[in-house]
């Protein structure tokens, strides 16, 4: 499956901004789709995930009630955020595994990634 993230943009602070990633293949129901971001001079974070069979989610305590991750259909696994920060500015990455877990080493597909700029 190769995965494809978009909707990234220019946000001012406290604004919203909704990631989607699309897969071109199939998600297994066996995948956790995760979001990472990673901004410069930092390490890629986990961001929030999903079990693609039961939909159960998963959240950073950064982003936690901030941040919706969700699916639609069979190939596209989406992240709203809202009340967004400067701290969240990043370069947001979709990613598949199939071992839930937080370390972006985990995870075996990789999309590139789609840029979020935040503005005070």
């Known amino acids: 499956v190769q995965l494809q993230a978009s909707g990234g943009g220019l946000v001012q602070a406290g604004g919203s901004l909704r990631l989607s990633c699309a897969a071109s293949?199939?998600?297994?129901?066996?995948?956790?789709m995760g979001w990472f971001r990673q901004s410069p001079g930092k390490e890629r974070e986990f961001v929030a995930a999903?079990?693609?069979?039961?939909?159960?989610t998963f959240y950073a305590d950064s982003v936690k009630g901030r941040f919706t991750i969700s699916k639609s259909g069979a190939d596209t696994v989406h992240l709203q955020m809202s009340t967004l920060k400067s701290d969240d500015a990043a370069v947001y990455y979709c990613?598949?595994?199939?071992?839930?877990?937080?370390?972006?080493?985990?995870?075996?597909?990789w999309g590139p990634g789609t840029q979020v700029t935040v503005s005070s």
């Open positions: 999903i079990r693609w069979n039961t939909g159960r």
């Open positions: 293949g199939r998600i297994y129901s066996s995948y956790i």
């Open positions: 990613a598949a595994t199939t071992i839930y877990s937080r370390d972006p080493k985990d995870y075996f597909k």
